[in-house]
């Protein structure tokens, strides 16, 4: 791509699609190449790569719609029947900027102060509506609440469907730093924030339950913030149906129907973004046709065959928080913590320790077994 081309603005729609935080730069750029080739239609080439639904696209040329016709008395309703400039708990509606079938984000603006309004659907958010506003309420004016979760403003019913609304974030999320993957102390300093953070929700009883990079904002003096608490339902009811993009940040249990979910869910997502500071790709690869079968079996990729300089115990802490099932893992994020600040201090790890410790009892439990075998 020459200069020309590369200082082009990208079409309205790439535009929106960018500012919903639906893709990233990369993505969009990969696309417009991919659009000249083929001629066809920028959300044809992006549904076919995986980085949108067609209900997304759909969602934004009814946005690109409403952006052409104005928003003047006459202005086309909102999603959940808002307007321009109808108040929300004290905050006036400026735009909406994503939506979705679990609900609506839409830019909100009070005393010169702009929040991220959120709204649940109730229809595909059955019985996580509550959960989604207890959450915010056990953040809702805390002092003490660490800076690598968002900010809790308010929470109540809009129209009949329950919001929050929480600090806006202009700069972008976790995917725009990424890259290659970064080297093992920026990656150790980010996880050590986000966990202290889920070590604070735990605490309180608040599960997260759709931890992923987008969900975790970029603010401008570099730190970042983690929106989005019990918003997504725990369990998927249908794999299939929900983009291959947010399946592979899901953890087994999640893929199962009757299962548990809870702290020990978070602590699965916590190792798959470690992995990804340090290796710069997701543990799981969005593509793979087999990718339910894979998480539910534990097949992810170990870390140092990606990155071989990233330290033994550093593969030994996030193995363990990626382990298939739950009661193989930390707890919750504040004992994972433990073992993040063993990192930093240059002391040995708990899952070091316990890796020694059942691989001792498996040559044992087999030792045994032979005996039985060769007596039997």
Request: proline share 5%.
């Given at each position: 791509?020459?200069?020309?081309?590369?200082?082009?603005?990208?079409?309205?729609?790439?535009?929106?699609?960018?500012?919903?935080?639906?893709?990233?730069?990369?993505?969009?750029?990969?696309?417009?190449?991919?659009?000249?080739?083929?001629?066809?239609?920028?959300?044809?080439?992006?549904?076919?790569?995986?980085?949108?639904?067609?209900?997304?696209?759909?969602?934004?040329?009814?946005?690109?719609?409403?952006?052409?016709?104005?928003?003047?008395?006459?202005?086309?309703?909102?999603?959940?029947?808002?307007?321009?400039?109808?108040?929300?708990?004290?905050?006036?509606?400026?735009?909406?900027?994503?939506?979705?079938?679990?609900?609506?984000?839409?830019?909100?603006?009070?005393?010169?102060?702009?929040?991220?309004?959120?709204i649940m659907n109730k229809e595909h958010g059955a019985g996580q509506g509550p959960r989604f506003r207890e959450a915010a309420r056990a953040f809702l004016g805390l002092p003490e609440l660490p800076r690598s979760i968002a900010q809790i403003y308010g929470e109540g019913l809009c129209n009949g469907s329950d919001y929050v609304l929480s600090e806006w974030f202009s700069v972008g999320d976790l995917r725009t730093r990424l890259g290659q993957g970064l080297p093992s102390e920026d990656a150790l300093e980010i996880i050590l924030s986000l966990t202290e953070g889920f070590a604070f929700a735990h605490g309180k009883n608040v599960i997260h339950g759709d931890l992923r990079p987008r969900k975790i904002m970029l603010r401008g003096d570099g730190?970042?913030?983690?929106?989005?608490?019990?918003?997504?339902?725990?369990?998927?009811?249908?794999?299939?149906?929900?983009?291959?993009?947010?399946?592979?940040?899901?953890?087994?249990?999640?893929?199962?129907?009757?299962?548990?979910?809870?702290?020990?869910?978070?602590?699965?997502?916590?190792?798959?973004?470690?992995?990804?500071?340090?290796?710069?790709?997701?543990?799981?690869?969005?593509?793979?046709?087999?990718?339910?079968?894979?998480?539910?079996?534990?097949?992810?990729?170990?870390?140092?065959?990606?990155?071989?300089?990233?330290?033994?115990?550093?593969?030994?802490?996030?193995?363990?928080?990626?382990?298939?099932?739950?009661?193989?893992?930390?707890?919750?994020?504040?004992?994972?913590?433990?073992?993040?600040?063993?990192?930093?201090?240059?002391?040995?790890?708990?899952?070091?320790?316990?890796?020694?410790?059942?691989?001792?009892?498996?040559?044992?439990?087999?030792?045994?077994?032979?005996?039985?075998?060769?007596?039997?």
């Amino acid at each position: 791509m020459n200069s020309g081309e590369r200082n082009r603005p990208p079409s309205l729609f790439g535009r929106m699609a960018l500012a919903r935080r639906l893709i990233t730069e990369g993505q969009l750029e990969e696309c417009l190449t991919l659009q000249k080739e083929s001629g066809q239609r920028l959300g044809e080439v992006l549904v076919e790569k995986g980085y949108l639904t067609q209900e997304e696209v759909f969602e934004i040329i009814r946005l690109q719609h409403n952006r052409k016709v104005g928003r003047g008395p006459g202005a086309p309703t909102l999603s959940f029947g808002l307007k321009v400039n109808d108040a929300v708990d004290g905050y006036f509606v400026k735009r909406e900027i994503a939506s979705s079938r679990l609900g609506a984000t839409f830019d909100v603006v009070k005393d010169q102060q702009n929040a991220a309004l959120k709204i649940m659907n109730k229809e595909h958010g059955a019985g996580q509506g509550p959960r989604f506003r207890e959450a915010a309420r056990a953040f809702l004016g805390l002092p003490e609440l660490p800076r690598s979760i968002a900010q809790i403003y308010g929470e109540g019913l809009c129209n009949g469907s329950d919001y929050v609304l929480s600090e806006w974030f202009s700069v972008g999320d976790l995917r725009t730093r990424l890259g290659q993957g970064l080297p093992s102390e920026d990656a150790l300093e980010i996880i050590l924030s986000l966990t202290e953070g889920f070590a604070f929700a735990h605490g309180k009883n608040v599960i997260h339950g759709d931890l992923r990079p987008r969900k975790i904002m970029l603010r401008g003096d570099g730190s970042f913030g983690i929106r989005d608490f019990s918003f997504a339902p725990f369990i998927v009811s249908d794999p299939e149906d929900s983009k291959r993009s947010e399946r592979r940040y899901l953890a087994p249990e999640q893929l199962t129907p009757a299962s548990d979910c809870g702290p020990r869910t978070d602590v699965y997502a916590l190792g798959l973004v470690y992995f990804e500071l340090l290796t710069g790709q997701s543990a799981f690869e969005e593509k793979d046709e087999q990718l339910c079968s894979r998480i539910r079996q534990g097949r992810s990729p170990r870390v140092r065959k990606l990155k071989d300089e990233v330290p033994k115990d550093v593969e030994s802490v996030i193995g363990r928080c990626l382990a298939t099932l739950p009661n193989q893992r930390y707890g919750d994020a504040s004992a994972l913590l433990e073992d993040l600040r063993c990192l930093k201090d240059g002391r040995a790890v708990r899952a070091q320790r316990m890796r020694s410790t059942r691989k001792i009892v498996g040559w044992l439990k087999r030792w045994f077994n032979r005996d039985e075998t060769i007596n039997g």
